[in-house]
């Protein structure tokens, strides 16, 4: 397969065109600023074009012959909280979707994140049940999340007009190496984020297995939590929430001990297999 890979030079991208090259694919992947110090720089299978992805006619002569595209191109926080990181990765979200419709590709997997909850980067955490899942609330209080939010309304949107379409929205959490470089000293600090994290191959491999199984189940826009099964954290997951979220609501099912993550990705095993693993 042939596999557009956007925001290929960021730190996920990598991992995933990476991980694409390793599995016999041929990877074209783009980015608005190149760079040399890749490993995967000379593959022969590996194709690199410099695009501002923001223009839509640069969007579609990109992906003109892949087969699926991997949209991993964004500013991956808020950084002034205002305009820009909202307005440009909205802008880029459309475009890629777009182009994808108008050229024939129906496979699309878009990194969503974690965030279109209100975590991290909000004024106060806040959750409804654990552990989570798709059918959580999302309301985002700030630019970040709230472009991850309207790049899934995108693809609700453009499904609808191309039911031949399948894109999965990949809510990702923090892509790490390791475990154990997710490990944080304040926990007070890293409540927003549920003390989660996915090791960085693993997400590559949920963005790649999105695009590559077949499920004839599946059409149209689905979205996914991807995340690791325990947090990086050296107190027990009960007494976490015991802590931090005292009032919320632990549905049936959840072990109330160990290490246990606050996340629920049964949903990305059961469309298409994919299950946590820390390579590193």
């Known amino acids: 397969m042939k596999i557009a890979i956007t925001g290929c030079n960021g730190m996920v991208g990598q991992r995933v065109v990476l991980r694409a090259l390793q599995t016999s694919h041929t990877v074209v992947g783009i980015d608005n600023v ?44 808020p950084i002034d909280y205002k305009v820009n990181t909202h307005n440009r990765n909205v802008v880029i979200s459309w475009n890629v979707l777009r182009a994808a419709a108008e050229l024939g590709i129906h496979r699309v997997a878009q990194a ?51 039911p031949r379409m399948r894109v999965a929205s990949l809510r990702l959490h923090w892509s790490i190496p390791t475990r154990a ?13 549920l003390w989660g994290y996915v090791q960085e191959d693993s997400s590559a491999e949920a963005f790649l297995r999105a695009v590559t199984e077949e499920n004839d189940e599946w059409k149209g826009h689905e979205t996914f939590f991807i995340a690791a099964p325990q947090v990086a954290a050296d107190e027990d997951s009960l007494e976490l929430k015991q802590k931090y979220f005292p009032d919320v609501t632990v549905r049936e099912g959840w072990v109330k001990s160990g290490r246990r993550g606050f996340f629920d990705c049964s949903k990305a095993e059961r469309f298409f297999g994919w299950v946590h693993r820390d390579y590193a």
């Open 181 to 193: 470089r997710a490990y944080r000293k304040d926990n007070e600090k890293a409540k927003g984020d």
């Open 112 to 162: 969503s994140s974690v965030n279109v909850l209100r975590g991290v980067y909000s004024v106060q955490p806040q959750f409804d049940y654990f552990p989570i899942d798709e059918r959580h609330p999302t309301l985002p209080d700030e630019p970040y999340g709230l472009s991850k939010l309207i790049a899934e309304m995108q693809a609700d949107t453009i499904v609808r007009r191309y």
């Open 34 to 77: 190149a760079k040399e110090g890749t490993e995967f720089r000379h593959d022969p299978h590996f194709i690199f074009i410099l695009a501002d992805l923001t223009h839509f006619e640069e969007t579609l002569k990109a992906f003109e012959g892949c087969d699926a595209i991997v949209q991993l191109a964004a500013i991956n926080q």
